[in-house]
């Protein structure tokens, strides 16, 4: 359920909207961060297919993703996220601007911006890596994925780093070696700021110069 | 094919390397997620503007 950013507005006095107005992030916004986010996303789905195939020792070629559902795919999870990533942004620039109305009754636009800036210094310092994270392995999952299921590989993974704090990740972590395709059905990122990733100990693979590598 | 250990040692290389990347997508990300933009609508806002929405009922002085 998103967070409703405009009930908190509403409730805000007018000088209030109008620094909400001039701060939010808006539509455009959002195609920016998923434009922003794909080119991320493609790069790490590029590189993880170029870390398979070093994997099934093939270490001479490299993941290239230009057309496809796999890029289409992308695109599309980085589109609901930058949508998330606005939404969310704008919900807690309410809660920000109505806490400094709060905390400086008198506060003229110089002291919201002033404000303002240290409160998304302070949001960047830990949201920055949730959002690097979750667009890392997202990308990550779905180039293991694809390699294993275009080139017919199998074999088996294992979840690392070994250590899990969340329940769902010491289960994998727990089970050790798993079965690579029930590991890749089942692939992380399993909730926010979790950091693991399969490590593949893939089967026999074919020939090299024919291994799809997201072209 | 690779043997097991060399898949072990690899993986460990990998795994250092994604962290680099992960570092680095994190570096960029802070500049093109910053709100800039914003902040420079909120400078942009003319005292006439600000004062109406003073009128409106906040009490505002300077800080």
């Known amino acids: ?215 | 094919m690779a043997s097991h250990r060399e898949l072990v040692r690899l993986a460990e290389v990998q795994r250092r390397d994604r962290a680099r990347q992960l570092q680095a997508m994190q570096e960029r990300l802070a500049v093109a997620l910053s709100n800039e933009v914003g902040f420079n609508r909120l400078r942009a806002i003319t005292d006439e503007e600000w004062e109406a929405a003073v009128l409106a009922g906040e009490p505002v002085g300077e800080a």
């Not at chain 1, 909400?20 to 916004?29: G, I, K, Q, T």
């Not at chain 1, 589109?79 to 704008?90: D, F, K, L, P, W």
């Not at chain 1, 993974?157 to 329940?167: Q, W, Y």
């Not at chain 1, 289960?171 to 693991?196: K, Q, T």
């Open chain 1, 1 to 215: 359920m998103p967070r409703d950013w405009r009930s908190l507005v509403d409730s805000m006095t007018d000088v209030q909207k109008l620094v909400h107005l001039a701060m939010r992030l808006d539509d455009f916004e959002v195609d920016r961060i998923r434009g922003e986010l794909l080119k991320e996303g493609r790069r790490v789905y590029e590189d993880e297919l170029t870390k398979q195939a070093q994997r099934v020792g093939c270490r001479n070629r490299a993941g290239r993703l230009t057309v496809g559902p796999a890029l289409s795919e992308l695109n599309r999870l980085y589109e609901e996220h930058a949508r998330s990533i606005v939404n969310t942004y704008n919900y807690d620039l309410a809660g920000a601007i109505i806490a400094i109305g709060v905390e400086v009754p008198t506060a003229n636009r110089y002291t919201y911006e002033a404000r303002l800036r240290g409160w998304e210094a302070r949001r960047n310092s830990w949201k920055l890596g949730q959002v690097a994270m979750a667009t890392n392995g997202y990308a990550r999952s779905m180039a293991q994925s694809d390699f294993a299921a275009y080139n017919s590989i199998d074999g088996y993974a294992i979840l690392r780093p070994e250590k899990a704090v969340c329940p769902v990740c010491q289960g994998w972590v727990a089970r050790g070696s798993i079965p690579l395709r029930e590991a890749l059905n089942n692939p992380p990122p399993y909730h926010g700021n979790c950091p693991h990733t399969y490590d593949t100990f893939p089967g026999q693979a074919g020939d090299c110069s024919t291994l799809w590598m997201g072209e």
